[in-house]
Every structure is written in C-alpha cells, then in structure tokens.
C-alpha cells in the first residue's frame, strides 16, 4: 500500500531532529532514451510517471511545519 509507505517515510524523516522540510519530487522516466542509447536495462522502464495530483495527494500528509 503506496499511501501507508509514505506516511512511514514521513515518520521515519521527520525522527531527525535537524529536519527543516519534506518535499515530495514526482518520477520520471525521461531517462529512458539514455539508458536506450547506452544499450542498459531501465529497471523502472514500467513504472508509471507521477500524477500532479497523486504528488498532491500524498503532500497532504505531510506536516505543516515541514513544509
């Protein structure tokens, strides 16, 4: 479950006491042509782009004072 994985990992950051912020950066495969070109196996060739609006979803989560 994607969602419980990101509560864990907001948890686990923000047990760090010099924490200032929590920012959630979207995958994306524009990489792809490189390892294309390089003749290498993109192990993430089949995971989906982010969502604006999954991305969004999921910085709900996080607290105001990390943000």
Do not use: G
């Not at 200032?20 to 070109?37: A, G, R, V």
Request: proline share 7%; charged share 35%; glycine share 0%.
């Amino acid at each position: 479950d994607f969602e419980r994985e990101v509560k864990e990992i907001i948890k686990i950051a923000q047990s760090f006491s010099n924490l200032k912020k929590i920012e959630f950066l979207p995958f994306k495969n524009i990489c792809q042509t490189k390892y294309d070109s390089l003749k290498m196996e993109f192990k993430l060739k089949n995971v989906p782009p982010c969502s604006p609006e999954k991305l969004n979803y999921f910085t709900t989560f996080i607290p105001d004072k990390f943000r």
